[in-house]
């Protein structure tokens, strides 16, 4: 099966910092990258996600950059405000199906 | 669109007992998933039902299953209940592809 690793496991960063989470993957063939933001006690929610035909995409102050030959991927937060801190995942589907292999997620906390 | 309803969203139970959780996916999605979130393991995949069959399958043990009914809804059953079983269940629906809606899960607590 797909073997998903990210890092780190936590993050902290002043307000206004910029956060990079970095996902490696096992298997050449995924072309779906998306990224998860869960809140204490809320539910995953997608954020952002980049297919492997394009090396970048952006959405406000958040990105995600694919280096398909290295297969690894990751999330930019730029400007980090309070409201960003959560767990994040990314997720990479796996077996030549759709269903998504998780990171372990990574605790993003902004200090004011 | 109102988005992914899970009950109950707590729950406690005792060692051997058994518990069904329900599912209701965004209205047109026909594919459901079920994940067992815990801090250890973090979120790992069960299984997936599109059009009432079971479509993908991740390695956990007989005693979780599921079933989806012709309206898409899902349930998910955990027999013989183990302290292990402790997790945040979370169902996800889908039209079929990838990007996966949750829903805010059933907190179950065996004890």
């Known amino acids: 099966g797909e073997n998903v690793e990210q890092h780190p496991s936590t993050l902290s960063v002043q307000e206004g910092d910029s956060a990079v989470i970095k996902c490696t993957y096992s298997?050449?063939?995924?072309?779906?990258f998306p990224w998860y933001k869960q809140e204490l006690g809320k539910r995953p929610q997608l954020i952002i996600d980049i297919r492997s035909n394009v090396g970048e995409k952006k959405d406000q102050r958040i990105a995600v950059t694919l280096n398909k030959t290295a297969k690894h991927f990751s999330l930019h937060i730029t400007e980090t405000q309070p409201e960003d801190s959560a767990v994040y995942f990314c997720?990479?589907?796996?077996?030549?199906?759709?269903?998504?292999?998780f990171g372990r997620g990574t605790s993003l906390i902004v200090h004011p | 669109k109102a988005g992914v309803t899970q009950t109950p969203r707590y729950l406690i139970k005792t060692r051997g007992q058994q518990v069904t959780l329900s599912c209701s996916p965004i209205?047109?999605?026909?594919?459901v998933s079920w994940y067992q979130q815990t801090p250890g393991q973090g979120l790992q995949f069960l299984f997936e039902?599109?059009?009432?069959?079971?479509?993908n399958k991740g390695n956990f043990p007989g005693r979780f299953s599921g079933r989806q009914f012709s309206n898409s809804r899902s349930e998910m059953n955990v027999s013989t209940l183990e302290l292990g079983d402790s997790a945040l269940y979370l169902c996800?629906?889908?039209?079929?592809?990838?990007?996966?809606?949750f829903g805010p899960g059933t907190r179950l607590l065996v004890l």
């Open positions: 209205s047109g999605h026909r594919s």
């Open positions: 298997d050449s063939a995924s072309n779906y």
């Open positions: 039902y599109f059009s009432e069959t079971q479509r």
């Open positions: 996800a629906s889908s039209m079929g592809g990838e990007t996966q809606y």
């Open positions: 997720a990479v589907p796996s077996g030549g199906s759709y269903i998504p292999t």
